[in-house]
T-cell receptor, first 113, second 116 residues
């Protein structure tokens, strides 16, 4: 069955530290992949997306993600986290022929001073 | 860039009443709009997909008579929660596509519905 898995429910990092949020997908073929961020009580903002080509994708707010076909992963990274990055992060996938995004369960990021 | 406006941001209503939530694409024509529901600390669950001028397609387990969706124009879709009950309290988010399926999704800011 098609699925998107975010293994980490909650991650805490210190401000200035590096960050990696994990995302794994299970699809018959490589889907389109997305990372969204959601602040409390807010909608979703697109950070970055991968369709094809360069497997290292640059996004907004200093985020990047690397697509690894061999690992069926699309992990989100940031070299230095800011307090304002505290939010909920969702990985999502879309496959041609389907009609909507399928979301992972999300990872809540807490940033400590 | 593409902007989706969702209104209201929050609403409190009495049990048994109906509530309408609007989702507008402000600077593009959205041929397809999606409605999601999000429970606290959980992911987004797709409720239905609406295409302009046609009936919405509901996901399994979503009551179409309770959650009425109308997509009358390329810039507006509405979700009406009919005869709301406390268990309908949730965060509802719409999204719209603008580059064709799978290449661009813009989300509204969400609506917090509380039924008392």
């Amino acid at each position: 069955a098609q699925s998107v898995t975010q293994p980490d429910i909650h991650i805490t990092v210190s401000e200035g530290a590096s960050l990696e949020l994990r995302c794994n997908y299970s699809y018959g073929a490589t889907p389109y992949l997305f990372w969204y961020v959601q602040s409390p009580g807010q909608g979703l903002q697109l950070l970055l997306k991968y369709f094809s080509g360069d497997t290292l994708v640059q996004g907004i707010k200093g985020f990047e993600a690397e697509f690894k076909r061999s690992q069926s992963s699309f992990n989100l990274r940031k070299p230095s986290v800011h307090w304002s990055d505290a939010a909920e992060y969702f990985c999502a996938a879309f496959q041609t022929g389907a009609n909507n995004l399928f979301f992972g369960t999300g990872t809540r990021l807490t940033v400590i001073p | 860039g593409a902007v989706v406006s969702q209104h209201p941001s929050w609403v409190i209503c009495k049990s048994g009443t109906s509530v309408k939530i609007e989702c507008r694409s402000l600077d593009f024509q959205a041929t397809t709009m999606f409605w999601y529901r999000q429970f606290p600390k959980q992911s987004l669950m797709l409720m239905a997909t609406s295409n302009e001028g046609s009936k919405a397609t509901y996901e399994q387990g979503v009551e179409k008579d309770k959650f009425l969706i109308n997509h009358a124009s390329l810039t507006l879709s509405t979700l009406t929660v009919t005869s709301a009950h406390p268990e309908d309290s949730s965060f509802y988010i719409c999204s719209a596509t603008y580059e064709g399926q799978g290449t661009g999704y813009t989300f509204g800011s969400g609506t917090r519905l509380t039924v008392v």
